[in-house]
């Protein structure tokens, strides 16, 4: 018991530290934050900064764990339908939106004027963001297509231009795209739609989804 009431203060102080250090990005940007200065807004020393992060890059990524798809999604259903498929694509999408709060949409902002400069951070992000988002709906899509459950699309293609949709639309949305903040909720669904418009086999449209 005691054991457990210890790990759940450290997560607390973790979050305590990640929610001060998201501030002071957003605030500050990456370059000019300072360990310092993420220690005076946590009130947290310097050194229990450092015990629970190895340093600024992995506070910042460390921020992002709500978007690593190997840590917060559920492994996909076996399909035996169509419905199994369009749940999975559907809950996908609106598990992703349901992660983009505005802390973290704060994150992304400093994160992606980022990694473009910033080879260290740009692997890690790519890591940590990008390829669990990517490997997980590939392997599933996969075995569908292999199965016959799924129109031969390129698997490999469709996951990514799904990433890439999202990862577009977040970035409208960082630019003040007034449509697209406005609209925001409506993106998951659409984009479900889009996607399952492309997997479904030939001749199963209007069908019942049971009918695969």
Do not use: C
């Amino acid at each position: 018991m005691r054991e457990a009431l210890r790990e759940k203060t450290l997560l607390t102080r973790r979050q305590h530290i990640l929610d001060a250090a998201i501030r002071v990005f957003a605030k500050s940007g990456y370059h000019r934050t300072t360990i310092k200065e993420i220690s005076a807004a946590s009130g947290v020393s310097d050194g229990t900064i450092y015990n629970l992060f190895e340093n600024k890059e992995e506070l910042l990524l460390s921020a992002l764990d709500p978007l690593d798809e190997s840590k917060n999604s559920p492994t996909p259903p076996p399909a035996t339908s169509f419905a199994d498929v369009e749940q999975f694509v559907r809950h996908s999408f609106r598990r992703r939106w349901e992660t983009f709060t505005p802390e973290t949409l704060d994150v992304l902002r400093v994160v992606l004027s980022e990694v473009l400069t910033n080879p260290e951070l740009r692997d890690l992000y790519v890591k940590r963001a990008i390829l669990p988002a990517i490997t997980l709906p590939e392997a599933y899509f996969k075995k569908l297509v292999s199965a016959g459950k799924l129109r031969p699309i390129n698997v490999s293609i469709t996951t990514r231009a799904m990433v890439a949709s999202v990862l577009g639309l977040v970035t409208l949305r960082l630019l003040g795209d007034p449509y697209t903040t406005k609209h925001w909720n409506n993106f998951p669904d659409q984009l479900a739609d889009m996607l399952l418009d492309g997997l479904i086999k030939s001749g199963e449209q209007g069908k019942p989804h049971d009918a695969v």
